[in-house]
């Protein structure tokens, strides 16, 4: 059984410009969580997807935002990026919609902000 | 609002010796869960183990054991006989089992292992 998956692995980015990360989860999971992983604030929850719709969201600002399409997989925007932008983010799915499910990360997107 | 503290930021042991990884966590809920992953140099975050707020029953698995104690608020992690594998970044985790805190994964700074051979 594959994995979750993320496109790209890595990307680099000017401030200011926006960008678009997907995510594949494990076939049949139909929960998608975005984070983002940086050396100090450490890993962070960014939101939650189930059915298409956002049922959770951190406390980032509105620039970042996301969507989850019919066949479960995700993708997540920031826009007008800042040099902080640049992290780890990465995106687990689970299997149901329940705060009990382990979620399954994939490698990750590495957005660098120049 | 949840929080999970893990205080030890890196330890290095010589292989064969034993390791805790120690973690406390905050939550109003009573209904809760517990994870702990592994992030080894490739970036990718492995699940370990999860534990419900019910169930206070210590766990084994191989050369890993958890330690829940819900009167303390810890769920410490032990490797017995570490090996040079076991190096990774260590992450303990907590998700309500409602509200706000549900539906998310609120994680600690993580510990950052180090095994010498």
């Known amino acids: 059984k594959a994995g979750v998956t993320q496109t790209p692995r890595y990307l680099i980015k000017t401030r200011g410009q926006q960008v678009t990360l997907s995510c594949s989860p494990i076939?049949?999971?139909?929960?998608v969580s975005w984070y983002q992983q940086t050396p100090g604030q450490g890993l962070q929850f960014l939101f939650e997807y189930f059915s298409e719709t956002q049922r959770n969201k951190g406390n980032f600002p509105g620039r970042f935002s996301g969507r989850q399409f019919s066949n479960s997989r995700s993708e997540m925007n920031v826009s007008t990026l800042e040099l902080g932008d640049s992290a780890l983010y990465l995106c687990a799915s689970s299997l149901q919609a329940s705060s009990y499910n382990e979620q399954f990360f994939g490698p990750g997107t590495r957005l660098t902000v120049l | 609002a949840q929080k999970v503290t893990q205080a030890q930021t890196e330890i290095s042991v010589v292989e064969k010796e034993d390791v805790t990884l120690d973690c406390v966590y905050e939550t109003r809920d009573t209904t809760y869960y517990l994870f702990w992953y592994k992030q080894p140099p490739s970036g990718e975050l492995v699940f370990l183990i999860r534990?419900?707020?019910?169930?206070?029953q210590n766990e084994i698995s191989g050369r890993y054991s958890w330690n829940f104690q819900k009167s303390t608020s810890s769920f410490n992690f032990t490797i017995t006989a570490s090996q040079v594998v076991d190096s990774a970044v260590y992450f303990c985790?907590?998700?309500?089992?409602?509200?706000?805190?549900?539906?998310?994964?609120?994680f600690g700074k993580g510990t950052k292992l180090s095994v010498i051979p």
């Open positions: 534990r419900n707020s019910f169930d206070e």
């Open positions: 985790a907590l998700s309500e089992g409602s509200g706000a805190g549900s539906y998310q994964l609120t």
């Open positions: 076939s049949g999971h139909r929960s």
